[in-house]
Antibody
Framework: EVQLLESGGGLVQPGGSLRLSCAAS????????MSWVRQVPGKGLECVSA???????YYADSVQGRFHISRDDSRATVYLEMNNLKGEDTAVYYC??????WGQGTLVTVSS | DIVLTQTPLSSPVTLGQPASISCRSS???????????LSWLHQRPGQPPRLLIY???ERFSGVPDRFSGSGAGTDFTLRISRVEPEDVGIYYC?????????FGQGTKLEI
């Protein structure tokens, strides 16, 4: 079964850091770009970062300089390192193999 | 960034009747490779989005044929030929032609 499983979310204080992981199974992740999409509860979808299978990376302006995406194809895992977190980063973070396969999401809450 | 504008934002529908959602892009979505990477996704409460349509009109695996997509350039439409109860939720258009990939605001389909 094709699946993405996110982990690493949680409660963090403003200015703190978190590292999200997304483990792929049932398909060869190395052939695909991967994206992180977030959704503030009750709001719309925002692609915050993506990484091509070549390793080229992209970031939304809202996270540029604070978030870092990487991939380890040998572990079939993509990561999102989030630094200097702000309240507006509070959201459910989805991993997607753009955009046919989605994980269930992991909630990141930034609050003191 | 490419802005996608969906209309309507809310659509009351009747079971068994058709429905349509429009998505207009702030610039052409034709990629240099000749493809147009405009997709439609459906999201139910508490669930991740699910891909329905990609490259304007290609139905994803397992998607019922009552869903269809059309359009070109900057104007696109999702049509549901006969609304079923499981079709309620929020529909998003998505462009993956140019980074950053962007989504429309979402259209809430309600019975």
């Amino acid at each position: 079964e094709v699946q993405l499983l996110e982990s690493g979310g949680g409660l963090v204080q403003p200015g703190g850091s978190l590292r999200l992981s997304c483990a792929a199974s049932g398909f060869d992740m190395s052939n695909f770009a991967m994206s992180w999409v977030r959704q503030v509860p009750g709001k719309g979808l925002e692609c915050v970062s993506a990484i091509k299978n070549s390793g080229k990376t992209y970031y939304a302006d809202s996270v540029q300089g604070r978030f870092h995406i990487s991939r380890d194809d040998s572990r079939a895992t993509v990561y999102l390192e989030m630094n200097n977190l702000k309240g507006e980063d509070t959201a459910v973070y989805y991993c997607a193999s753009p955009y046919s396969v989605w994980g269930q999401g992991t909630l990141v809450t930034v609050s003191s | 960034d490419i802005v996608l504008t969906q209309t309507p934002l809310s659509s009351p529908v009747t079971l068994g009747q058709p429905a349509s959602i429009s998505c207009r892009s702030s610039q052409s979505l034709v990629h240099s490779d000749g493809n147009t990477y405009l997709s439609w996704l459906h999201q139910r409460p508490g669930q991740p989005p699910r891909l329905l349509i990609y490259k304007i009109s290609e139905r994803f695996s397992g998607v019922p044929d009552r869903f269809s997509g059309s359009g070109a350039g900057t104007d696109f439409t999702l049509r549901i030929s006969r609304v079923e109860p499981e079709d309620v939720g929020i529909y998003y258009c998505l462009q993956a032609t140019k980074f950053p990939h962007t989504f429309g605001q979402g259209t809430k389909l309600e019975i």
